[in-house]
């Protein structure tokens, strides 16, 4: 009888400190992030003139890939027509496409155009898209959720997807003096570790093609003292800012499955990876329990839209967001495809009954 109840009652002691920990850890977060953005805007009101454009070629260290893709002016923005004079002249609004919402800087590069890949679609969350739309139309999203990112993934996750990045960061088996490149980094959770552990003989790239996400990400990181971090804009298909064999350590989290081409992105992945580097995949992958899958999708599809539209007042967004998460590849799926670009020893670890996985691969 003994054994049966001390059974039973382990369970509900986990689970309350579970609780306790997962509340916590949304407090936290909220706090930080206010606290965040009134030093982001205090910082502001002393010097409206500061320069706000991100790692130029020659503010890279020597040692690091050099360069940044040329950027387009916003169209909806006049205020950043200084930020990127240099890209050509600012087409005027009517010009555009009713679609064309986003920045365009956002839109840096995008290797897919009427001209290269004619009417051929792709898959926009559920919906079908031309291809040269669907950058695009992820800019729209992530542009939109920016500023609530960070509250938004506690809200949803319990404060989970701060152990999944934990136990990623954990198998990155990052050291002191290496080169890391975080693309798709965003808000700089990543990045921001990787900054402490590669020390100041190390450095890291954090990289995004969302302009929005990743001013926050560098307003994030400046103000927690990371000085061994550059922010450059980069499309993760082409990572043209990037040479050839430049990173020990490349990484994306939570970004892969809004990529249009993700063969091209792991591609270029290896190719800027160094001999003997390391990638690491995190992102939503397919749940192994068939209950939980039927449960994860009904939380999906309800609460997920109905919390955006409270916190960030955009459900659109997060259905987009829970709809990317169903179209992306499952596990073995998308290690084949890392093979296929060249990776060795790939292997995947199943987080939360699959819910998430985390992918790596190593270049020979």
């Known amino acids: 009888m003994s054994d049966t109840s001390n059974n039973d009652s382990m369970p509900n ?20 992030n206010q606290n965040i953005t009134a030093q982001v805007k205090a910082s502001h009101h002393v010097d409206k003139n500061a320069n706000m454009d991100f790692t130029q070629v020659q503010d890279l260290p020597t040692g690091t890939p050099q360069g940044q893709q040329t950027t387009m002016p916003s169209s909806t923005d006049n205020t950043n027509t200084s930020q990127t004079k240099t890209a050509g002249a ?5 010009d555009l496409p009713k679609q064309t919402l986003f920045n365009q800087r956002d839109d ?6 009427p001209d290269t890949d004619g009417l051929e679609q792709t898959h926009f969350g559920y919906k079908t898209v031309n291809k040269a739309e669907k950058q695009a139309r992820v800019a729209d999203v992530f542009t939109s959720v920016a500023k609530k990112y ?4 506690d809200l949803m996750s319990f404060g989970i997807h701060r152990l999944w990045k934990r136990y990623a960061i954990s198998l990155s088996g990052v050291r002191a003096g290496q080169h890391v490149l975080d693309i798709a980094g965003g808000t700089g959770d990543l990045a921001k ?38 922010f450059v804009l980069a499309n993760a298909e082409t990572l043209a800012p990037f040479d050839d064999e430049s990173f020990d350590l490349v990484t994306i989290s939570f970004g892969l499955r809004n990529v249009t081409d993700k ?20 992102e939503f992958s397919k749940p192994v329990f068939e209950p939980l899958s039927k449960a994860y999708d009904l939380y999906s599809f309800t609460a997920l839209p109905m919390m955006g539209k409270i916190i960030a007042n955009d459900s659109e967004s997060y259905q987009y967001l829970a709809e990317s998460i169903r179209m992306h590849p499952d596990q073995q799926t998308l290690k084949q495809m890392m093979q296929q670009a060249g990776f060795e020893n790939c292997d995947y670890h199943n987080l939360t009954a699959g819910i998430v996985a985390v992918h790596r691969g190593f270049k020979a």
């Not at 002691?13 to 930080?32: F, G, H, M, P, R």
């Not at 190390?202 to 093609?209: A, C, E, F, K, P």
Request: with cysteine; glycine share 6%; aromatic share 4%.
């Open 150 to 153: 960070d509250i938004m993934n």
């Open 108 to 113: 840096i590069n995008n290797p897919h155009t």
């Open 263 to 282: 063969d091209a992105a792991l591609k270029s992945m290896y190719r800027v990876l160094k001999p003997g580097g390391r990638l690491l995949i995190l």
């Open 13 to 32: 002691n986990d689970a309350a400190t579970q609780y306790e920990l997962q509340d916590k850890l949304v407090k936290d977060s909220i706090a930080q």
């Open 193 to 230: 570790v990787f900054s402490r552990e590669v020390g100041k003989s190390g450095h890291v790239v954090l990289s995004d093609i969302n302009a929005a996400m990743l001013e926050v990400g560098r307003e994030r990181l400046i103000n927690a003292g990371c000085n061994n971090v550059d």
């Open 90 to 94: 600012q087409a005027p609004t009517a």
